[in-house]
C-alpha cells in the first residue's frame, strides 16, 4: 500500500492550494482517509477526514476555509485550502486507516510542504 501527497509549495497568506494524495495496494473507500498537518516543532494534528461512507469531519481551524474531497475511481483524496494564513505552515500527511476483523491497517504517505508567507 502507498500514499504519494502532492500539491504544497510556497503561497502568500490569503492564498489557496489544492493537496492530492494517490493511494495504490488497497481499496481506497474501504479506509477512513485524512489529512495531517506537522508545523514546524510542534506535534501532528488532524485537519480533515473523510470516513469511508464519505463522512466529513474538519478541525476547527480548517472549518469554512477548508474542503476535503476524493475521487474513488481515481483512488485520489484532495484538501482545497482557501484563505491561507501563516498558521497554517507545515507539512501535510495523507493517513489511511481502517480496523478490519480486528486487524488494524494504518497507512500514511511521506507529506507535502505547506509555506505561507505573511
Known amino acids: 500500500a502507498q500514499l504519494v501527497e502532492s500539491g504544497g509549495g510556497l503561497v502568500q497568506t490569503g492564498g489557496s492550494l489544492r493537496l492530492s494524495c494517490a493511494a495504490s495496494g488497497f481499496t481506497f473507500d474501504d479506509y477512513d482517509i485524512g489529512w495531517f498537518r506537522q508545523p514546524p516543532g510542534k506535534e501532528r494534528e488532524l485537519v480533515a477526514h473523510i470516513t469511508g461512507i464519505g463522512t466529513t469531519t474538519y478541525a476547527d481551524s480548517a472549518k469554512g476555509r477548508f474542503t476535503i474531497s476524493r475521487d474513488i475511481a481515481e483512488d485520489t483524496l484532495y484538501l482545497q485550502m482557501n484563505s491561507l494564513k501563516p498558521e497554517d505552515a507545515g507539512v501535510y500527511y495523507c493517513?489511511?486507516?481502517?480496523?478490519?476483523?480486528?486487524?488494524?491497517?494504518?497507512?500514511w504517505g511521506r507529506g507535502t510542504q505547506v509555506t505561507v508567507s505573511s
Open positions: 493517513r489511511a486507516h481502517t480496523v478490519v476483523a480486528g486487524k488494524e491497517n494504518d497507512y
